[in-house]
């Protein structure tokens, strides 16, 4: 028997083994589908609630807004610091004018206003006139002494024969509007000094508002003057220190009449005749 030679042919390797190697790619996982959550219910609109409420003929009682405990303010107390300054504040003096008094240095105002009345003699004519005086000013006026002897009108030094009163600030310029009233709100140019003060005479007190005739006083005339000053005029009469109020601060005659018409309402000009 013949031998059959043995398959010296190495086993070829098969397409699959020689085919290149492909990396295999991991498969990717699949996406698990979570249910959605649950939608909160919307709430319903005003006009929506409103149909609702109609419909079903109920009717919601409104809630209270809420206020802050800050914001609340007790029953009796003021609400702001303002109003709390207005009560607080004590009733105008009847002697206070409504208009303010300009506080600037070079704004003039009234300094003071004296008023005399000249009895002529000691005794009661004296004493009516200190009576009107006093119920004219709300203010007890003082005597006044002669300085020398008349006998042609029976006058003895050091007599007490006439009476005023010296008034400032409001009280001042509220006499001064009473006593304008009574001579018509009309003074003569020549009755103002070329510093500006002035002064003018009343024949009867009875002319002044306010003013009523009594049998017991019976009439009589009396003298007014005033003073017209800027802020600073002190320096001229304090004790210490004193010092001249210069020339350019000093109020001149033009001013003066400028001041009274626009603060009075007062006409400057010489009678009509």
Known sequence: MEETP??????????????????????????????????????????????????????KPEEPEAVDEAEQVPEGEPESEEEAEVEEEPEEERWRIEEPIPSSMRAIKIGKVVINITAGKSG???DRAITILENLTGQRPCTRRAKQTIRTFGIRKNEPIACMVTLRGPRAEAILNKTFSAIGKRI???????????????????????????????????????????????????????????MSHRVKREEAIEFIKQRFGVEVGLPSD
Do not use: C
């Not at 295999?24 to 409103?50: G, L, N, R, T, Y």
């Not at 140019?189 to 508002?209: L, Q, T, W």
């Not at 000053?229 to 210490?240: C, I, P, Q, T």
């Open 188 to 246: 003569s140019p020549r009755s103002f000094d070329r510093n500006g003060n002035f002064a003018f005479g009343i024949k009867e007190h009875i002319d002044i508002p306010g003013q009523r005739y009594d049998p017991k006083l019976g009439i009589i005339g009396m003298d007014v003057m005033a003073t017209v000053e800027r802020r600073g005029y002190r320096v001229a009469r304090r004790r210490r220190a004193k010092s001249k109020v210069a």
């Open 124 to 126: 009661e004519p004296l």
């Open 6 to 59: 043995p398959n010296t042919e190495e086993a070829k390797p098969s397409e699959e083994e020689t085919s290149p190697e492909v990396p295999i790619q991991p498969e990717e996982p699949e996406e698990q589908e979570f249910p959605a959550p649950a939608s909160e219910p919307e709430e319903p609109s005003a006009v929506e609630a409103e149909g609702e409420a109609t419909t079903e003929g109920e009717l």
